[in-house]
């Protein structure tokens, strides 16, 4: 239920996912602060503030009970709770006192790496399209995602400009393939070192100009008519001439 929720941003939905994982048949849930943080993968005060817009929601619910050796771990209530047979599921704000706390916390899974990819936000584009060309230029598939650090310092050095990229691909099609050459193997190392590729391709396409191609056109040449072809023709203008005589003489005579 709390995969298919409607939970936005995503870093909330992740926080969401993570209390849902640690919470009892009651919904109850008391993952501490680095709990959550070290399972969604995500800074501290990022997660604080997913808490906070969780409980302003009324997503989740906090009991007003602390736990843990400092009693400083706060209890949350989760609404999307399975009720077991012959166990009433509290409603919201109606809470027994004292709340029930097992003394260990509910086995909980890591998020699979399909979930944790599903944290990247999609670029808008056309960075999407420099994106795939940047792809491109190490032969990887357009559908092959790219990791957390490469879309990160992908996002450092936007904006890209096309005409640039142009020539850095360019110099990467002609250069990789000889002996010693020094382009770059993989997309992170290229990302991490793009300024001075640019600068490298730029000064490598001053060097190697594209040259304009000049096609030459052939003119068209009059074909020979055959003998037979010209006896023809001679033979329909003759036809011819011969209708506009006999057009002219029945005109003279009804004149």
Known sequence: MVLNSEVKPISDRFVLIVLANFANSFG???PSTAKITQH????RKTVLRSLVRLRKSGVIEDTGKRTGRTKSVIVYRLPFAVEEPGE??????QLSSP?????????????????LEN???????????????????????????????????????????????????RYYKTERG??????????????NNYSSEVDRAVAWCKRHP??????????ETAQEETPEQVAERKKMLD????QLRQHFKKSHETG
């Open 178 to 191: 000889k002996e010693g050459n020094i382009c770059r193997r993989d997309v992170f190392t290229f990302l």
């Open 239 to 242: 036809r011819e001439m011969d």
């Open 119 to 169: 944290r990247q936000e999609p670029l808008r584009e056309p960075y999407k399209v420099f994106q795939e060309r940047i792809s491109g230029i190490f032969h990887r598939r357009i559908s092959t995602r790219w990791n957390d650090k490469e879309l990160k310092i992908f996002r450092s050095i936007l904006p890209i400009d096309s005409e640039t990229l142009s020539m850095v691909e």
């Open 210 to 219: 594209v040259k304009n191609k000049i096609i030459a056109m052939r003119p």
């Open 28 to 30: 109850i849930s008391y």
């Open 40 to 43: 969604a993968r995500m800074d």
């Open 99 to 115: 709340v029930s706390i097992p003394s260990s916390p509910v086995s909980v899974p890591k998020l699979s790496q399909s979930t």
């Open 88 to 93: 009433p599921l509290p409603k919201m704000g």
